[in-house]
Nanobody, 121 residues
Framework: QVQLVASGGGLVPAGGSLILSCAASGTIFSIDAMGWYRQAPGKQRALVAT???????NYADSVKGRFAISRDNAKNTVYLQMNNLKPEDTSVHYCNADIRSTRYYPSVYYWGQGTEGTVSA
């Protein structure tokens, strides 16, 4: 069994910062990509940032220069530092990880529960 637990959302004023974290636990042999997605009210879930195990990152254009993804492979945890937040960043954020539980089976994408971040104008 694998579980992703996200934390760190909250309410901040425009221009403020939030740090999200997401820890994977359970039967884990290896983790490749970990990342963050978000779903704004009335919109579909969209990519925010991803990071592979070696450290290759990918960001949505709307967050480049403001958000930074990082991970601690020893702790199976991924972080999202969000700076200079804007009201349009208000979303429920979901973490995602590509996890292999044993060497014998393909990896599976797991989702964490959402954590809400609200940016006031």
């Amino acid at each position: 069994q694998v579980q992703l637990v996200a934390s760190g959302g909250g309410l901040v004023p425009a221009g403020g910062s939030l740090i999200l974290s997401c820890a994977a636990s359970g039967t884990i042999f290896s983790i490749d990509a970990m990342g963050w997605y978000r779903q704004a009210p009335g919109k579909q879930r969209a990519l925010v940032a991803t990071m592979t195990s070696p450290g290759t990152t990918n960001y949505a254009d709307s967050v480049k220069g403001r958000f930074a993804i990082s991970r601690d492979n020893a702790k199976n945890t991924v972080y999202l530092q969000m700076n200079n937040l804007k009201p349009e960043d208000t979303s429920v954020h979901y973490c995602n990880a590509d996890i292999r539980s044993t060497r014998y089976y393909p990896s599976v994408y797991y989702w964490g529960q959402g954590t809400e971040g609200t940016v006031s104008a």
